[in-house]
């Protein structure tokens, strides 16, 4: 099966800002939708972004919309999550994932290919 492949995680102080990329372990891949969810400990695996492949379409959660952008590089077959006005709230572990089907963007069972995870730490 393939996988999504994140990178770009880090540690980086509040206020910070952070680029994570992602791109599937197969360059065949290409799918209707990626998205970005985190997972901080303890806490369930949460939405943050959405982007449709040929579209464009956009999707944020509420604790991310204005501060987090994504965006897609259909020639790299990349996704990119940048994260600006970073919080310590914001730490967790970040996965990219895709779908092919037409479900919700927001609704994690709909999501069939992750990553591994990328940590992003925001230290005070």
């Known amino acids: 099966q393939v996988q999504m492949v994140e990178s770009g995680g880090g540690l980086v102080q509040v206020g910070g800002s952070l680029r994570l990329s992602c791109t599937p372990s197969s360059d065949t891949f290409r799918t209707y939708t990626r998205g970005w969810f985190r997972q901080a400990p303890g806490q369930e695996r949460e939405f943050v972004a959405s982007?449709?492949?040929?579209?464009?379409?956009?999707h944020y959660g509420n604790s991310v919309k204005d501060r987090f952008s994504i965006s897609r590089d259909n020639a790299k077959n990349t996704i990119y999550l940048q994260m600006t006005k970073l919080k310590p709230d914001d730490t967790a572990v970040y996965y990219c994932a895709a779908k092919t089907g037409v479900g919700s963007e927001k609704d994690i069972k709909q999501y069939e290919n992750w990553g591994q995870g990328t940590q992003v730490t925001v230290s005070s």
């Open positions: 982007i449709t492949w040929r579209g464009g379409t956009t």
